[in-house]
Antibody, heavy 116, light 112 residues
Framework: QVQLVQSGAEVKKPGASVKLSCKAS????????MHWVRQVPGQGLEWVGM????????SYPQKFRGRVTMTSDTSTSTIYMELSRLTSEDTAMYYC?????????WGQGTMVTVSS | DIVMTQTPLSSLVTLGQPASISCRSS???????????LSWLQQRPGQPPRLLIY???NRFSGVPDRFSGSGAGTDFTLRISRVEAEDVGVYYC?????????FGPGTKVEIK
């Protein structure tokens, strides 16, 4: 079955960077856009960006440009998201999701806590 | 950027009764390919979001038929024909028509 498995929880200090992973299985990895979405505790969903594994193209909202980098490794069917210059406002659950007309498959989420 | 709004933000519903959530976008969601990429997601407490409806009115695999979606242009609706206890959670509309993706603020559905 189609599955997205994310890396484990992270605790980082302000100013540091974090790199999360999301491993896909059960489908042809390069065929679908992949997204990262975050959710601050108790709040709504926020789109962080997109990567197309077939050619590595990316799209980020203005809010995260210059601070987020998304990459993919087709040999392991894994996408990565690196977020730099972390602040306490980046404390959130981060989800990866597959795009097939909509976000049809989601990872289990990775909690990132930014604290001094 | 397209801004998504939802009403109500909170809904108390009696078991077995219908529920309806409205979603409005700041611009038309009709894509250049003619499709409208408006979807609805359900998020139960402590879980990742789950796709319910895609492209306005298409029920995703495994979604009960008590869920339905409708609308066009900038106005969309999610309906639950008879609310069940397992429907408690937060519902988000989401647009993917433009080069950026965005979500509504969410509607919390609780049982009376």
């Amino acid at each position: 079955q189609v599955q997205l498995v994310q890396s484990g929880a992270e605790v980082k200090k302000p100013g540091a960077s974090v790199k999360l992973s999301c491993k896909a299985s059960g489908y042809t990895f390069i065929n679908n856009y992949m997204h990262w979405v975050r959710q601050v505790p108790g709040q709504g969903l926020e789109w962080v960006g997109m990567i197309y594994p077939r050619d590595g193209s990316t799209s980020y909202p203005q809010k995260f440009r210059g601070r987020v980098t998304m990459t993919s490794d087709t040999s392991t069917s894994t996408i990565y998201m690196e977020l730099s210059r972390l602040t306490s406002e980046d404390t959130a659950m981060y989800y990866c999701a597959r795009d097939s007309y909509a976000f049809d498959v989601w990872g289990q989420g990775t909690m990132v806590t930014v604290s001094s | 950027d397209i801004v998504m709004t939802q009403t109500p933000l909170s809904s108390l519903v009696t078991l077995g009764q219908p529920a309806s959530i409205s979603c409005r976008s700041s611009q038309s969601l009709v894509h250049s390919d003619g499709n409208t990429y408006l979807s609805w997601l359900q998020q139960r407490p402590g879980q990742p979001p789950r796709l319910l409806i895609y492209m306005v009115s298409n029920r995703f695999s495994g979604v009960p038929d008590r869920f339905s979606g409708s609308g066009a242009g900038t106005d969309f609706t999610l309906r639950i024909s008879r609310v069940e206890a397992e429907d408690v959670g937060v519902y988000y509309c989401m647009q993917a028509t433009q080069p950026t993706w965005s979500f509504g603020p969410g509607t919390k559905v609780e049982i009376k």
